[in-house]
């Protein structure tokens, strides 16, 4: 492999060797590679020695005047973007015969004045371009040293923005894709239609990337062709299914295709291993984990950095996936699946505790779909009310919006785990998990925006339509929600939706001082419901749908705040004119 960075060096799965998967290669870099490869345990190089860092790649000029030794060559995989961070990314592609390997890239499409060359001569070709601005749009081609073999206007991509920063984020999600076909490509071509000039930012597959097994005539037919002209533009962050094979021998399957960030380069906390790991872009935190092939004992090397990693970031949300989803009554049942179980055991309660926000998972050809979740660690019979932090719909044309606290990963404030297992097969179940609201045999992908504290997920099937969504806010005014059978709680609001006046119920376990607000999604006051002492029992106030000076409530998403004793408790409004 033609390995400017060394991303390869890192472990392919758990348990597996660290080295090198290099092809012949020859001059300088054969050199480099060679020193790397030998010493890659670091025990002949100084202490602290990065070896598993970036090789520093060649800036040389045209070969001009010279015969061209790789005429006839063509691309035949790519290229394909990986490990993006806001000021580089990974560029691989394959040629049809060895060759060396340059990338050119510019900021205007026709203008690609800077470049970056190796001489390692080999067909698989890894380069990471570096020096790079945030959130930018830049050109690109690949090609040898004597000229360019792919590079139209369509080699194009957009660096991510700050680490922090609020910017609007898409992500396009499928699972279980790789089975080359016609659901394949109306899945496909359903989610170019929707986002059109947008595009994605992201690009996640949740495993079975490839079938039956992984091969890489599999993984070219499933998805490197298919998916060209996404894989061309849109990072592809994967995790691995068990379709997934693992073979021995160079550039043949998941872990030679693709370059993964096992050193934190992308954000996070470094997990040594390809297998799982973590990211960041702009106000997201993602953690893919690996239920496959890893340890998924609580003591486990993967369970535990995932508690480190959760621990480290501070980003506003944290989106998990992997293959084996801990909730699922389609063509895979998580109270019997041995995986499945493992999932929800061990790494779930951490998420809770931890205070992820969404859970993405495939495996189940099918699409479901949960309601805010916490603390359902058992079979699909223990579910009781003290886990449904809210077990609306979650969108914003029937219940409203999910709300979380500020500020975010505050512990057991709730996760929506989703099924999207069904970007290029149906497979059919009962499909009636209990903490589902929707459960769908169709197929289809998930659209992923995320905007500063709103956060939408829309179930785009293959005929394009929105067959499912919901939303989540982070709002200054939230709460996580009580147990009812502890005492505080808020019973009901009703009608929902409202055309006027609403009539707000709750629990009080005690006497004492209770205040009731209305808020905009915001966190602004907007109306004093009620401010004084009441009695222990349920209560009931009425709120007439205006504001502070008497003027009419405009339609839209509000939030009743109801406090006693320091505490506080929220319930959605939604008003309809």
Same mark, same amino acid.
């Given at each position: 492999m033609?390995r ?5 060096g ?12 290099v092809?012949?290669a ?7 590679v060679?020193?790397c490869?030998t ?8 202490p602290?020695? $990065?070896? =598993?860092?970036?090789?520093p790649?060649?800036i ?23 490990c993006?961070?806001p ?5 691989r592609w394959?040629?049809s015969i060895p ?12 203008r ?7 001489v390692?001569v080999t067909t698989?070709? =890894?380069?990471?371009v570096?020096g790079?601005? *945030?959130?930018?749009r830049y050109w ?13 206007p369509?080699c ?8 922090g @920063? ?10 279980d +894709?790789?089975?080359?076909?016609p659901?394949?490509g ?15 930012d992201?690009?996640?597959m949740l495993?079975?990337n ?12 499933g998805?490197?062709v ?13 995790t691995?299914?068990n ?5 021995s021998g160079a550039?043949?399957?998941y872990?030679d295709?693709?370059?993964? *960030? ?8 470094? @997990?040594g291993? =390809?297998?799982?790991y ?10 893919c984990l690996d239920?496959?092939?890893s340890?998924k004992?609580?003591?486990?090397? !993967?369970?535990?950095w995932l508690?480190?990693?959760?621990s ?5 949300w944290?989106?998990?996936?992997w293959?084996? $989803?801990?909730y699922s ?6 109270d ?6 493992? !999932? ?5 309660p951490?998420?809770d505790?931890?205070?992820a926000?969404?859970?993405l998972?495939?495996?189940s050809h099918?699409?479901e779909?949960?309601f805010?979740?916490?603390w359902?660690?058992?079979l699909?019979?223990t579910?009781? +009310?003290?886990m449904?932090v809210d077990? +609306?719909?979650?969108?914003? %044309?029937g %219940?409203g919006?999910?709300?979380k ?9 709730g996760i929506v785990?989703?099924v999207?297992g069904?970007?290029s097969?149906?497979?059919g179940?009962s499909?009636?998990?209990?903490? !589902?609201?929707? +459960?769908?045999?169709?197929p289809?992908s998930l659209?992923?925006?995320?905007n ?10 293959s ?5 499912d ?12 929600p ?15 939706p409202?055309?006027?006046p ?7 376990p005690y006497?004492?001082r209770?205040?009731?607000?209305i808020?905009d ?6 109306a004093?419901?009620a ?14 749908a205006r ?5 009419p ?7 009743a ?6 505490e506080?408790?929220?319930a959605r409004?939604?008003?309809t004119?």
């Amino acid at each position: 492999m033609n390995r400017v960075p060394a991303f390869r060096g890192a472990a392919r799965g758990p348990g597996q060797p660290v080295l090198p998967r290099v092809s012949p290669a020859i001059g300088l870099v054969l050199a480099v590679v060679v020193v790397c490869a030998t010493h890659r345990d670091g025990s002949a190089l100084p202490p602290g020695f $990065p070896t =598993e860092r970036p090789l520093p790649a060649q800036i040389v000029g045209e070969s001009e005047g010279s015969p061209n030794p790789f005429a006839g060559a063509t691309v035949t995989r790519g290229p394909y973007l990986q490990c993006a961070t806001p000021t580089s990314i990974v560029i691989r592609w394959r040629t049809s015969i060895p060759t060396d390997a340059r990338v050119r890239w510019g900021r205007t499409a026709g203008r690609l004045d800077v470049r970056v060359s190796s001489v390692a001569v080999t067909t698989e070709h =890894e380069i990471i371009v570096t020096g790079l601005d *945030p959130g930018t749009r830049y050109w690109y081609s690949v090609g040898t040293g004597f000229g360019q073999l792919a590079g139209d206007p369509t080699c194009a991509f957009v660096t991510p923005p700050p680490v922090g @920063s609020a910017q609007p984020v898409r992500a396009w999600i499928i699972g279980d +894709s790789g089975e080359a076909g016609p659901i394949q490509g109306s899945v496909r071509d359903a989610f170019l239609a929707y986002t059109g000039s947008r595009g994605a930012d992201l690009f996640l597959m949740l495993g079975d990337n490839a079938y039956g097994e992984g091969s890489d005539s599999e993984y070219q037919a499933g998805v490197f062709v298919p998916y060209a002209l996404p894989l061309r533009q849109w990072t592809l962050w994967p995790t691995r299914g068990n379709h997934d094979g693992v073979y021995s021998g160079a550039n043949n399957d998941y872990y030679d295709f693709f370059s993964l *960030p096992a050193h934190a380069e992308a954000g996070g906390v470094p @997990s040594g291993t =390809e297998a799982y790991y973590s990211y960041d872009y702009a106000n997201v935190h993602f953690v893919c984990l690996d239920s496959e092939g890893s340890d998924k004992s609580p003591g486990g090397a !993967m369970v535990t950095w995932l508690r480190a990693d959760l621990s480290a970031t501070s980003q506003q949300w944290v989106i998990a996936y992997w293959h084996h $989803p801990p909730y699922s009554k389609g063509s895979h049942d998580s109270d019997t699946e041995s995986d499945l179980i493992a !999932m929800r055991q061990n790494v779930v309660p951490i998420l809770d505790a931890l205070g992820a926000d969404l859970v993405l998972c495939g495996h189940s050809h099918s699409y479901e779909r949960s309601f805010l979740l916490r603390w359902h660690y058992g079979l699909s019979t223990t579910l009781t +009310s003290s886990m449904k932090v809210d077990s +609306s719909d979650g969108r914003r %044309n029937g %219940n409203g919006p999910y709300v979380k606290p500020v500020p975010p990963r505050t512990p057991s404030a709730g996760i929506v785990y989703t099924v999207a297992g069904s970007s290029s097969k149906t497979g059919g179940g009962s499909l009636n998990h209990p903490v !589902m609201v929707s +459960s769908q045999d169709v197929p289809g992908s998930l659209v992923l925006d995320v905007n500063g504290s709103v956060l939408d997920v829309r179930f785009l099937n293959s005929a394009g339509v929105v067959a499912d969504s919901f939303t989540v806010v982070k709002a200054g005014v939230a709460s996580v929600p009580a147990d009812p059978a502890r005492g505080f709680s808020i019973v009901g609001i009703s009608p929902r939706p409202s055309h006027g006046p609403v009539e707000l119920s709750y629990r009080l376990p005690y006497p004492g001082r209770v205040k009731v607000a209305i808020y905009d999604a915001e966190g602004r006051r907007i109306a004093k419901v009620a401010d004084g002492d009441e009695p222990a029992g349920e209560r009931r106030v009425r709120w007439d749908a205006r504001d502070a000076a008497g003027s009419p409530i405009v339609a839209g998403v509000y939030f009743a705040v109801v406090e006693l004793a320091g505490e506080r408790r929220v319930a959605r409004v939604v008003l309809t004119r």
